[in-house]
Structure formats: C-alpha cells, structure tokens
C-alpha cells in the first residue's frame, strides 16, 4: 500500500545547486527551499518558508519558476528576468540549476542526532520593539500598530483573542517597550521589556513505558534539564493493545488515558522548570514523539481502529494545537506540535529517530530497527524508503519469559560464559532477580557461542552437553520435572529470589518467534528493495531497550541482517533526539513533516510473503556464516 | 489622518470586465477575483477566493498577471499561454481587460439592504459524502480519508482538535455516509448521515442600549426569526463612555461588562432557537455589527484607550474567533466573525451600514448619518469615502432635555402646530410623559415653520408670540418662575405625569449644539471632498432613532444639508441588515473586510476646521432658503 505517494510522486527531477555543488532529485511541484532543506543545504529565512521574509532568494540558471505574488513584492522587474525567486514558491517543474548567496548572518550549528549538522532555527521568535505611541495623528489600532511593525521587521503575523486581550495594558504599563514572542506566523505574548535572552521549549518522547522530557534553551540550543517518570498509563496495562482494549471496554477510558499521560507530562515539566529556574510561561512551544496510540491519547484522539484490523489511525498529520488544549502547564498559547505518524504501528517516534538519523536523506542504504513489543523498521536511502511494523510479542521486554523481568534493578543485563562459568552484569549491582531483553539475548547468542545450543533452538542434552563443555558449564543444563529442558543462570544462593534464575527451553522458543517476526520484515523490505546484507552501510538499533543490546549478540541470533559489528550502532533514544532536532529547527520540522510522504508503509500482515520470511529466519544462523570478531562491539552512541 | 490607505493605495489601474461591460478602478496588487466582487459582478468560486477550488477563472485579453502555483495546478500550459488565471489570485499590475465565463450555476440571490442585489453565497457549506471504508489495502487515517474526499469536492480543509476526536466514532457509527460542515477553510462538524438541509448562521447588532439577533436559514437566505433585548450593560451607564469608565474605575469592569453583554446575546439566542426551533450545535456561524465599544467589549477587550485621547482600539481587523472562545450558546466550533470599524467612534456598526447601503461602491455622492450620542457620519462615492464621528451629545436621546425621554410608551414622538393648537402622535397611544428626540426635532421644527422661533434660535416673547400666531399656539409661550421662557406641549390636563410638558429654551440651545455639532462634522467632510449639498444624491439617516425622524424636521433644523426631502431615506436599523449580508455572503463579507482601507476616517476634535464649521451652522437655517415642500415626506424605507 503506497497511499502516503502523491499521484505524480514518481516524476523527479533534478535541482543543482551552485555554488556548493550538490545534487538532489524531487518530485515535480517541491518548492527549492525544501529540496535544499532535505539535503541539509541552508537557505536564509525568517518566516519558516511561507513567503513572507524575502531572503530565501535564489536565481535560477536553468529550469523554469514561473513568478508568483510574493516574488513581485521583493523583486524588481529586472531581477525577476534575471531568474530571481523567492526559493520557498518556486517550484521545480524540470531539472534545474539554481544558485544559493551565501548566508548572510553567521546562523548558529551544532551537531545533535547521529552525524547530523542541525542549524539552530527554532519556530519561536522573540523580537524587542520599541513602538511609536499613538496620537490624534496616528490613531492605528494596538494591533495593528504592533502588526506593521513586525511587518517591517519582517514578520507577517496573525494573534489569537487571548494575546489581544493584553495588547492595551500591556502596551501602555511598558511605555511601548516590549518584547513580542512570535511562534511561526503566531504572536502569542507580548512582554514589557527586553525580555529576548530567555526562551525556552520542551522536548517529549512518550514511551509506552516512560515519558522522557528535555528543556532546551532556544537562544543557545543546549539542553537545561532532562527528566523521566513511568508513564501513569501503566497500571491499565504494559503494552498499547492494553491500553487500546481499555479505551474500548470502558466508556471514560480515554478521558482516564489522557488524563494520565496528561499528568506524566506534567510532573516531568513540573520537574523540568525547577531544575532549570524557568517559568511555565516562558516554555513557548512543545513537540512530542511517541508511538501513534501515545500520541493519539495525548491528544484525546480515540485509538480503537488502531487495535483492530485493519489499523487506522484517527489523523495523521502533523496540526496545530495549542499545548493548554491538551493540559500542558506551559505558556496558554504554546504550540504542541505532536509530531506524524508513518502508520498506525509506525509512529512518531520513528519519524523523530529518521530526523536523528537522516536515514532518509543519505544516498546510503540503511536500517533503522526500534526492537519491542512492536518492532519497528526503516530500510532505505534518499532513493526509496521504506517501513513497516513486526509482531515481535513482549519477549524483548521480559515478559512470558519464564524468569523475565523489566530492565531495572535486580534484572541480568548481560551475560558471557566461558569454562569458567557464568558471568552476569546486573542493574544496581544488586543480587539478580531475573532475565531482561538485552540479558535475553545475551544468553542465547552466548548458549550458541560455546555450543550449547543448536541452530533450530534445540538445547542439548546435559549428556551431550557434558562432552561439549566443561562441568562448570555443563552441570547449569538441566532438565525440569515438567520434562522442559533449562539452564541455570544463577544458582538459588546467589540468586535475590531464593530460587534459581533459569533460561527454558519454552523462552528460546519465545525469543525465536520475536526474533523471528523482526528479521521476517527486515527480511521482507530488504526483497522489495532488491537489496542483500552486503549492501547495507549501517544499522542503527533504537529504543532504550536497543541501547542496552550487545549488537554482536543480536547478530548472532539472527535479529539483524549478518554484517559487521562495527556496522551495528546502538542509537538509544533516538525519538528523544529527533524531537529535540524538530524543536531546535522548524526546518527539520518541516523535513520531519514530510517523511510520512517519502516513506513507503508495508503491512505485513496482509502479505503472504512474510509469513514465508518468518518461517526461514526462525533458525539461528549458522556460526560459520557470521565471520565473528567476538570483541568488535561498540559502546552506545550517546547523544551530544 | 489617512492611516488605513496602503502605501501604494493612490495608484490605481483600470479593469474592464467583459462581456458585462463593466469598468472599475482599483490600487495596484487588488485581485481581479475582488475587483469584480466589489463592483457586485459576481466570478463562480466555492473556496471564497483562496486559489483552492479552481472555480473563479477568467482570461485575460490586456495586462499583465504572473503565474502562481495555483494557476499551474489548474490550467494546461496552453491555457496559461492563452491568458487564463484564477481571479483570486490573479493580482493586477497594470490596466487590464479580462474575459469573465457567465456563471455555470445559477446561484440564488436576493434583493438585500437598500438597494442591493446580493448572491446568497454563505461561508458555511454542508457537503454530503459516502466515503470509502479502510481495508488493508487502504489505510489512510481517518482524516486523511475525509480530507481527499473533500478535497475531490473542490475543499482544502483544516480542523481544530475537537471535530478530530469525533471523527473515528462518528465515521464508523454512520457506517462513513456522513455530512461535512466546512466554514470557511475550517471543517467544524461532522454529523451522522445526510443533514444538507439544515443550515443557520445568526446576525447581531449590538446597540449600546438594545441587542437585536436575527436567526438566518442559510440554506433559502430567509430570517426565520428575530429578537431584541436591553443590553444589560445598561446598568452601568446609558452611553459608552460611562461603560468605559466603570472598565477603568473598576478591576472587575471589563469581565462584569463583558459578562452582561454576552448574556444578553445568549437571552436572544434562546429566544431565535425556541422560535425556529433550532439546535444551538445547527448554528455554524455568528457576525456580530456595534459600535467599536461594544465590539471590543464583546470580545473582552479593554475599551479603556477608546475612552480617551488620542482615542485607540485594540484592535480593528476582522480576525478568527470562535463564538464559544466568548461563551455564547451556539456550535461549539463556529466562528464569530466581528465586522471591523473604521475609527474608535466609527464603528463595525457603520461598516454594516456601508455594506447595506453600498454607498463606497456607487458612483453617486451619498451621505449617511447614524444619529445618536456620537453622530457618525460617512460622505463619499465610489471615488473617495470620508467618515468621522461628530460628538452630539445625548440630546438626541432625551437626556438633558427637561421633559426628555427615551423612544419608550408615552413618548411624544411627531408633532404638528396648526392655528387649531398642537397635534401629537404618543407612542403607545397613552398619555404623553415627555418628549422623545424625533418630538424634539418635529417641535423644533414646527416653532421655526410657524415663526415662534428665530433663526438664532430664540423663542419669541409672549406678547410678539400673540402678534404672530393665534391664541390657542400663543397662549402656550409662557415665561416660567426662573424667567426662562418655554412652549407647552401638554396642559396638566391631558399629560400623564399631571404636570404641563415643555420645550424650554435650554432644550432649545441643548438640541441647537447637537445638530450643530453632526451639521458641522457634515461640513467638515464636504468641504474635505469639495461638494456641495447640491451634488448629494441621497441621504441617509440609520441607526433606530433614524427610523423615526421626519426628514422635513431635520432639514428645517439643518441637522443636513439642504436637499430635496425625496432624496432623505431613513434606512433603519442598517447595522443588523448590513450583519444578515455579511452572513449571507462571505463575499460581501470581504468588501466589509476592505471598507476600513478603503474608507478615509477623520478625526475632528483635531481639527481647527470643526470648531469654525460648529460656530456656523448653530442657527437654524432661514426658512426661504429650503424651498419647502411640507407635505413631502417619505416614510421610513423598511428592509425586506
């Protein structure tokens, strides 16, 4: 299903630009600054690329713009024959040719995501006035005395009933000095003074699980605080299926969902703006990431056609509303802007992990993989990209895990066998208490390592076992008095429990099938692309949980396409990051509205070729085929 | 001060519009689309001039227009090339012929106001769909789906959070055979099913003393009802001044009056749907018409800087509200579209009375006075258009009049001397209690017309008094205790305080400095335009009160100029029926969006030119210079 594609979304044409020489292909009707914007290409402007500031000017050298209003506003006659446009309204119609002048201001940069050069451009603006008062000779209106003005420094405004309501009191107590605090083409305060050093905004990644929050000053673009909590939506159930079932079983079941992330997200703000010494209304714009049925209850949107085939999502766009609409305790006319969703199992979270990765926008092919309940999945390059969701079950988070646990203190997060034994890492440094996903798969790829564990994910028998290793390995393989073979972790007196901590034949077959469902898509994207493993320059594992996987075990169990491991990076909260990148730069805000139109949705669940895909990945891979550099594994890549 | 003309406002070009024949001038930058609109030659479109539906097309035989994106998705490159654009968003730059299409529908219209011709063209459009269930193969959001599908209709929609929540429930409940509800570009509902024949706007005029609502079927065009009520504001002072000081003199001011006329609204409501027997949620759309106080009070913005000099809104473009954003009883999602005002003290009321009575679109010289506390007064054509506000006082009203009342029952409200004594017409036909201000102007008169008063304004003494008239009318100049002299309207006998009822001569004066002051702000503006009385072709006398002058009385004082008595209209509550157009039409709707640029506002308490022009026109006018026709007296023009 390829619905996302606009009818002549096939039909591309080259942009050249001068004098940096880059090259990119778009759709026919893309206006050039966006073409610029996706390849990381800067243009200078104000107004965000609705024609209004006049310096995104480019001059064509090949390939027609015709010449729109706004382009007669800036332009002189002359110009506009000599190919001069407002690149923001042109639209490219056939390859063209255009020069960029250089930038004029010297904009801020930094690097934010994974090798991505971010210029530092938020949406909120804040401008110091100094406004001419009123006489019998000039009787403008407040607004509209402030509105020219603003139009003079080059900032075409609208103001809701709200910030209007202050104009005359607040215009008058500060004499005409004030500041005016402009969030796209909104005016949405305006403050007495010089008031333009602080200016601050709130990045959220609402996890299934966790809410995370960043603070971020929007002057300099370094984070002030970050805060986490446990998603309150929890005690209605681990995973979104819970959660949706909840919304439909029970009348005021949205309204309790929203009302708990609602408060999630206000304990994290509560936390955010006491560690940072800010005031809630100085928070002058919110954006959002989360799974589409996170940010459907956060916005009050029912997701019940989520839960059920054949998976519709309420609105997938990204639309304007005020954060106080939802709840939010930050400025009463902040935007939130809750970035899209790609499909109702690929959401956007994944939208904010390609804004961090730039997958979409690299001539390189790659893989994004979100490892969970649901496992998530980029494949592609600037050329074609494509996603899709897999029904990976909840084994990677420890659950139907026999001795599983969620990672927190007490759970295995990593395990190597050798002669010796058994070595654990646990959370906390606390006696073990369980098995958690990264421990998970650990155990198996290790179980493989030394031979324990054959290929179709038959443990051996502890005979057999006892001729392959030695005793202080093989005396840990036994088999239960249900007749289900097992492998003791830890033994009941190091164990916190009292009882021994085991890995069952049964929770091999778990990890199998979940495993199973993500390589089976990856397996499937990579046939619709045409592409083999050798073809693949990076794989990016994403999601908390994919900060913890030891990329080396993941390849050995198969969840990953075989290349090498130092090909494999763990991302961490890529979501986070992509939000963080969306509120520092309505540019790549602008890039991330986009990606649900450049990226190919594939459900799996209607193609007769996954189900064939995941009955062939089921198996471990053979260790022969792996070319294993047992040590090669990089350390999480920690965001800047 | 001409703040409201653009910069480049003075440089107009000509458009010739055929085959209609038809000639107007416009400033450079004017669409072709609101060109034609403004000379009431109607261009098809359903998208309300945004480039969006394609509809408006014309061809353009001279002059210059660019190609916009717009025209590009439209038209094939050989239509370009042969001169077709969109209207809407084809901006003139030079003098220009274009060819219109007549009209492929056969659009309803109405004869509206006082001589209008307006098409019934609301901005609230219900449009009936059967939309395509999801299927694997399909899925797009639930908004997505709904978005194509209309934009398939020829609608570009946006929506807010509330109609998006609805929108999974009510597709699926309504098995997706639904009713779209668009206002402007703004989906506001979507009901179950097919609703396309029930559509309702209200229009309001918001009078400082009465609040009048009339309940609009926007389907037929017809009024299905009208109420009125007291502004409850009224407790706090009859005139905006004394509302202006109670926002100033108290904290609470601004929200208790805000309060009061929002009530006051709401009690009309409540009256229209229990008439029409409408559902609050079936009225999509609201224009309110008042004076700039009350527009601003309404919208709870502070009138404080209205109040004094120099005289300053807060603001005065028509701007985006939603009518729940201030509380009144209608769809939760309708707009309330204030019409905008010209000056602090010309208000949205009289751009209702433009829009009504086309006076800046004629190329006749017209004359509109709205009588009241403040005179507002509006002289102009096509050509050029002059308003400014003239400060009468309340004389008109009653107040300072010894025996003065408001237009209430016992109100005196026509008289007529004759040597048989005094006739009165009584409103209510009870006794007379006093004397309203269309009786002050008729007594006033009829003293000037029988020779009991001189041109200075000084009542004759008694003893020339029975000299001049015979003894029933000259037995009624009487001189009282404080030497004042004064006429007797009703003995004891006959009034129903049990007290005579006079006209003193301090009422006299009182009434000579409030027409003098309208007569000199009439002065003013003609000799601004360099006219004479001789080149008006109508004049108009609005608001209530205006309904009730005789025409003759108002010449015989010289409260306007010396024109035939034929060529007085009084045009009624031109206010309200000015809203009801802009309901019915969102194309009047943007000419009364432009009249505040269009029309010149003066301000006279700066003007040197004021005081001379008050000081001459104090007298009353000498009776041989009106060529009187008594008799000639046309009765109020009702709208239809």
């Known amino acids: 299903m390829m619905h996302t594609l606009e009818p002549d979304g096939h039909s591309k044409v080259t942009i050249h630009f001068q004098p940096h020489d880059k090259l990119t292909r778009v759709p026919v009707g893309v206006s050039i600054f966006n073409a610029a914007n996706w390849i990381g290409l800067a243009i200078d402007s104000t107004c965000g690329g609705v024609g209004t500031c006049g310096k995104c000017r480019v001059q064509l050298c090949q390939g027609y713009s015709g010449v729109t209003p706004a382009d007669r506003k800036v332009f002189a006659p002359g110009e506009l024959e000599a190919g001069w446009r407002l690149s923001c309204r042109a639209e490219v119609q056939e390859d063209t040719v255009c020069e960029v002048p250089r930038l004029m201001g010297n904009p801020k940069a930094a ?52 910030v209007r309501r202050q104009l005359p009191r607040v215009l008058r107590a500060a004499e005409w000095q004030v500041t005016a605090v402009i969030v796209g083409q909104q005016l949405i305060a305006l403050e007495p003074g010089d008031t333009t050093a602080r200016s601050f905004g709130v990045a959220f990644d609402i996890g299934t699980t966790t809410v995370v929050g960043m603070l971020i000053d929007l002057i300099g673009g370094a984070p002030v605080a970050v805060r986490s909590t446990l998603n309150r939506q929890a005690s209605f159930g681990a995973d979104v299926i819970a959660r949706i ?26 936390g955010l703006l006491d560690e940072g010494q800010v005031a809630p209304h100085e928070i002058y714009e919110v954006v959002v990431a989360g799974n589409a049925t996170m940010t459907h209850l956060l916005l009050g949107l029912t997701p019940e056609a989520i839960g059920v085939e054949p998976f519709i999502p309420a609105a997938d766009d990204l639309f304007d509303v005020n954060a106080c609409e939802v709840g939010l305790t930050v400025h009463p006319e902040a935007p939130l802007v809750v970035l899209p969703h790609i499909g109702a199992y690929v959401g956007a979270d994944l939208v904010a992990g390609l804004l961090a990765t730039g997958l979409q926008q690299k001539p390189e092919l790659r893989l994004l993989v979100d490892v969970g309940t649901n496992g998530e999945i980029i494949l592609g390059s600037l050329t074609r990209t494509l996603a899709t969701a897999a029904p990976a079950g909840p084994a990677f988070e420890g659950a139907r895990i026999q001795d599983g646990m969620r990672a927190a203190d007490g759970a295995i997060e990593a395990v190597t066998l050798s002669e010796a034994g058994v070595k654990l890492q646990v959370i906390g440094e606390t006696a073990p208490l369980g098995l958690c996903g990264s421990g998970l798969l650990d155990i198996v790829a290790q179980l493989r390592l030394v031979g324990l564990l054959d290929a179709s994910g038959q443990l051996l028998n502890p005979e057999a076992a006892a001729h392959r290793v030695g005793p202080e390995l093989s005396r840990r393989l036994v088999v239960g008095k249900d007749g289900v073979k097992a492998f003791i972790l830890a033994d009941p007196e190091i164990s916190g429990t009292g009882r021994a901590i085991q890995l069952t034949q049964r929770d091999i077959r778990e990890l199998q099938f979940a495993k199973g469902a993500i390589a089976g898509g990856i397996a499937v994207l990579m046939r619709e692309l045409g592409v ?37 990076r763990a991302v961490g909260n890529s979501a986070g990051e992509g939000a963080r990148i969306a509120l520092l730069s309505f540019r790549e805000r602008e890039v991330a509205r986009s990606i649900p139109r450049q990226v190919e949705y594939l459900e799996l669940s209607g193609r007769a070729d996954f189900n064939d895909a995941f009955i062939e ?19 999480p890549l920690a965001a800047p």
């Open 111 to 162: 690097l934010m995501g994974f090798g991505r050069h971010v210029l530092l451009n938020p949406n909120v603006h804040k401008i110091p006035l100094q406004l001419t008062p009123p006489s019998l000779e000039d009787q403008r209106s407040d607004f509209e005395r402030l509105r020219m003005t603003l139009e003079d420094e080059g900032f075409e405004i609208n103001a809701g009933l709200g």
């Open 245 to 270: 079932s909840h919304v439909m079983l029970s009348d005021s079941g949205l309204d309790e969902l929203t009302a708990r992330v609602v408060g999630s997200l206000n304990e994290v703000l509560a």
């Open 532 to 568: 083999s493993a050798d073809d693949l320059e990076e794989i990016y594992l994403a999601g908390s949980f994919g900060s913890y996987i030891n990329p080396q075990s993941a390849r050995i169990i198969g969840l990953v396409p075989p290349v090498s491991v130092d090909r494999i």
């Open 617 to 635: 990945v089921l198996q471990f891979p053979e260790l022969a085929d792996l070319a294993l550099q047992p040590e090669a594994v990089l350390p």
